[in-house]
């Protein structure tokens, strides 16, 4: 929540700002607020798992060599509540990270943001960003 | 909302009206894709008498979910009750907007995967509208009330151990139960929503009541008998629990706490109420009082509308993909080596 809209808002929803913090684990003892990261890749393997889903993504380096990543992303249970199943997303599918890096240095990320390369943010929305047509 | 509302709803001391909360777009540049249907439909609430069990059972059955942008206590700044409807609705929209809103970047709030994109911000996941300025409902200011010398020397005195125990990364055992999928802070009991799949299945059958937290899948089968209960010695997360019904209310009572979850400080001894009356067909007034006269000197109760959902509740198996736990762990130790090169490199 940024500094402006923190001020705008009414005390009484000020409980809001510590949103994230219920969440499972605090995010800042996992990943480095000091290394925001940007990558592109492909995805080889969604695991649906709790208490957060991880996305298995190769990308390839400036040497042309390709690596694979791990990033954390969120628990699926309300995704599939709104309709996404693992086979929503195609394995393939292309999409750019924002995100910050683990604080051991491997190649592993919360993924801030998750952009297709249409511009769309994935399940943002509900709806089904790699569906084939054909399931 | 007005009086006359009120009262055509049938529903003492909460009011109850579905709300979808239209998704904000993130960011500009982002072209928002359809919006979510709603998973409830709207409904104008009526009198209404709950169907009975085969057994004869007022039927609580079904998903519920707690979810609401309401607080606990109410805010220093607001001296009433109720909202409006109007403004009801308004903070709803503001607080779902705040939910989408972006974080500043480089701050630790930004340090997170975007809820929104996951559906997990609580408008995607629909929610009765709670006229209630706080959930709290007595003592009237809403508010918990002051805790009592003893309270505050325990809760010093948990401050203390746990200082002692070191930094929250340092061992397993420092980090929070929630953390290490032990139970979730908000489930309970009392039960109250957390950030994001705040769903319960309610089955009935005969002398039982069974209900099931889709975090952790937590689970109570509550006998409705006058069984002994457990010995003072026997302590359990949730609680030991006896339910009865009460005309149309389910009166679940419970003890036996444990003082490592200590629900907003209180004692291992906490005597716990709740209250489970089906007001609508798609609404179940859940209330709850907490009596710990060791941690406050009086009783204090609060009132949250559970709203219908869609089924089934999912699969939360939360301690086999904890990856993040080992990972925080090996986070803290690589900075730790980190930290102690450096020194090696400034005493040199």
Redesign the interface.
């Not at chain 2, 009526?46 to 609401?68: I, S, V």
């Not at chain 2, 009935?204 to 689970?219: F, K, R, S, T």
């Given at each position: 929540?940024?500094?402006k809209?923190a001020v705008g808002?009414?005390?009484?929803?000020?409980?809001?700002?510590a949103?994230?913090a219920?969440?499972?684990?605090?995010?800042?003892?996992?990943?480095?607020?000091?290394k925001?990261l940007k990558i592109q890749g492909t995805l080889t393997k969604w695991?649906m798992?709790?208490?957060?889903?991880?996305f298995h993504v190769d990308v390839k380096g400036p040497d042309g060599n390709v690596v694979p990543w791990l990033i954390?992303?969120?628990?699926?249970?309300?995704?599939?509540?709104?309709g996404v199943t693992k086979y929503t997303l195609r394995i393939g599918t292309e999409f750019v990270i924002e995100?910050?890096l683990?604080?051991?240095?491997e190649n592993?990320a919360?993924?801030?943001?998750?952009?297709l390369a249409?511009?769309?943010?994935?399940?943002?929305?509900?709806?089904s960003?790699g569906a084939d047509p054909g399931k | 909302m007005t009086r006359r509302f009120l009262a055509s709803a049938g529903v003492v001391g909460i009011v109850v009206a579905m709300v979808w909360l239209p998704?904000v777009p993130?960011a500009a540049?982002?072209?928002?894709?359809?919006?979510?249907k709603p998973?409830i439909p709207a409904k104008t609430a009526k009198p209404w008498t709950a169907p009975r069990t085969p057994d004869g059972q007022p039927d609580l059955q079904g998903f519920w979910t707690n979810n609401t942008?309401t607080?606990l206590e109410?805010?220093?700044?607001?001296t009433k009750e109720f909202f409006t409807e109007q403004e009801a609705l308004k903070?709803a929209k503001?607080?779902a907007e705040?939910?989408g809103?972006?974080?500043?970047?480089?701050?630790?709030?930004?340090?997170?995967?975007?809820?929104?994109?996951?559906?997990?911000d609580r408008s995607?996941?629909g929610m009765a509208l709670n006229l209630r300025?706080s959930l709290i409902v007595d003592p009237p200011d809403g508010r918990i009330p002051p805790m009592t010398a003893e309270g505050q020397r325990r809760a010093a005195a948990r401050a203390e151990a746990r200082k002692r125990m070191g930094a929250?990364?340092d061992a397993v055992q420092n980090?929070p139960l929630?953390?290490r999928?032990i139970i979730m802070?908000?489930a309970g009991p009392p039960m109250l929503a957390?950030?994001?799949?705040n769903?319960y299945q309610i089955v009935q059958a005969p002398g039982y009541v069974m209900i099931l937290v889709?975090m952790i899948h937590d689970v109570r089968i509550i006998p409705l008998d006058s069984r002994p209960r457990l010995p003072q010695n026997v302590r359990q997360w949730t609680g030991n629990y006896l339910g009865r019904w009460e005309g149309e209310t389910l009166v679940v009572e419970s003890t036996n706490f444990t003082d490592k979850t200590a629900f907003q400080g209180a004692s291992a001894n906490m005597h716990l109420t709740e209250r489970f009356t089906r007001v609508a067909e798609d609404v179940i007034r859940y209330q709850f009082t907490v009596d710990d006269p060791a941690t406050w000197a009086k009783p204090w109760s609060a009132e949250v509308p559970w709203k219908k959902t869609?089924g089934p509740l999912?699969?939360?198996?939360?301690a086999?993909?904890?990856?993040?736990?080992a990972?925080?762990l090996?986070?803290?130790?690589?900075?730790e080596k980190r930290a102690a090169e450096a020194a090696t490199k400034v005493s040199k």
């Amino acid at each position: 929540m940024s500094a402006k809209l923190a001020v705008g808002v009414a005390g009484v929803w000020l409980l809001l700002a510590a949103g994230p913090a219920w969440a499972h684990h605090a995010f800042s003892a996992e990943f480095d607020i000091n290394k925001p990261l940007k990558i592109q890749g492909t995805l080889t393997k969604w695991e649906m798992i709790n208490p957060h889903s991880w996305f298995h993504v190769d990308v390839k380096g400036p040497d042309g060599n390709v690596v694979p990543w791990l990033i954390e992303g969120g628990s699926p249970n309300q995704l599939i509540r709104l309709g996404v199943t693992k086979y929503t997303l195609r394995i393939g599918t292309e999409f750019v990270i924002e995100g910050y890096l683990a604080k051991d240095g491997e190649n592993r990320a919360v993924g801030r943001n998750f952009v297709l390369a249409d511009g769309r943010r994935l399940f943002l929305g509900g709806s089904s960003p790699g569906a084939d047509p054909g399931k | 909302m007005t009086r006359r509302f009120l009262a055509s709803a049938g529903v003492v001391g909460i009011v109850v009206a579905m709300v979808w909360l239209p998704r904000v777009p993130v960011a500009a540049q982002v072209v928002p894709l359809a919006p979510v249907k709603p998973l409830i439909p709207a409904k104008t609430a009526k009198p209404w008498t709950a169907p009975r069990t085969p057994d004869g059972q007022p039927d609580l059955q079904g998903f519920w979910t707690n979810n609401t942008y309401t607080p606990l206590e109410r805010a220093k700044n607001v001296t009433k009750e109720f909202f409006t409807e109007q403004e009801a609705l308004k903070n709803a929209k503001r607080a779902a907007e705040a939910e989408g809103e972006q974080t500043e970047p480089g701050t630790v709030a930004d340090v997170h995967y975007d809820f929104t994109q996951f559906g997990l911000d609580r408008s995607q996941g629909g929610m009765a509208l709670n006229l209630r300025t706080s959930l709290i409902v007595d003592p009237p200011d809403g508010r918990i009330p002051p805790m009592t010398a003893e309270g505050q020397r325990r809760a010093a005195a948990r401050a203390e151990a746990r200082k002692r125990m070191g930094a929250p990364t340092d061992a397993v055992q420092n980090l929070p139960l929630s953390v290490r999928c032990i139970i979730m802070d908000r489930a309970g009991p009392p039960m109250l929503a957390g950030a994001y799949n705040n769903n319960y299945q309610i089955v009935q059958a005969p002398g039982y009541v069974m209900i099931l937290v889709e975090m952790i899948h937590d689970v109570r089968i509550i006998p409705l008998d006058s069984r002994p209960r457990l010995p003072q010695n026997v302590r359990q997360w949730t609680g030991n629990y006896l339910g009865r019904w009460e005309g149309e209310t389910l009166v679940v009572e419970s003890t036996n706490f444990t003082d490592k979850t200590a629900f907003q400080g209180a004692s291992a001894n906490m005597h716990l109420t709740e209250r489970f009356t089906r007001v609508a067909e798609d609404v179940i007034r859940y209330q709850f009082t907490v009596d710990d006269p060791a941690t406050w000197a009086k009783p204090w109760s609060a009132e949250v509308p559970w709203k219908k959902t869609i089924g089934p509740l999912f699969e939360h198996a939360c301690a086999e993909g904890n990856y993040a736990l080992a990972n925080t762990l090996r986070g803290a130790r690589a900075e730790e080596k980190r930290a102690a090169e450096a020194a090696t490199k400034v005493s040199k």
